[in-house]
């Protein structure tokens, strides 16, 4: 069965910075691209960013560029997302999963809230 167990969330002030892990199990996902994604209250989940499976090619929504970094260890299966200069509006469930996404491997997320 596989898994994605999201980690690395927590209660931070406007401009601090955080490491999000996302490890999977059950199966290789060294050939998927990998997505992170975020859901504020009350909004509709959306994407954040991706990578590819080799790790060479990365892509991001605008709101996060220049502040918000996208690596993978494929010897770990483990893709991580490094957010700097958090504010406000990056509060948010975080979730990973492959891009696009396959529905069956969402995760419960990793809880981000950025106080002002």
């Known amino acids: 069965q596989v898994q994605l167990v999201e980690s690395g969330g927590g209660l931070v002030q406007a401009g601090d910075s955080l490491r999000l892990s996302c490890a999977a199990s059950?199966?290789?996902?060294?050939?998927?691209?990998m997505g992170w994604y975020r859901q504020a209250p009350g909004k509709e989940r959306e994407f954040v960013a991706s990578?590819?499976?080799?790790?060479?090619?990365?892509s991001y929504t605008d709101s996060v560029k220049g502040r918000f970094a996208i690596s993978r260890d494929n010897a770990k299966n483990t893709v991580y997302l490094q957010m700097n200069s958090l504010r406000p509006e990056d509060t948010a469930i975080y979730y990973c999963?492959?891009?696009?996404?396959?529905?069956?491997?969402w995760g419960q997320g990793t809880q981000v809230t950025v106080s002002s």
């Open positions: 990578i590819s499976g080799s790790g060479s090619d990365t």
């Open positions: 059950g199966r290789t996902f060294t050939a998927y691209r």
């Open positions: 999963n492959a891009r696009p996404a396959i529905p069956i491997y």
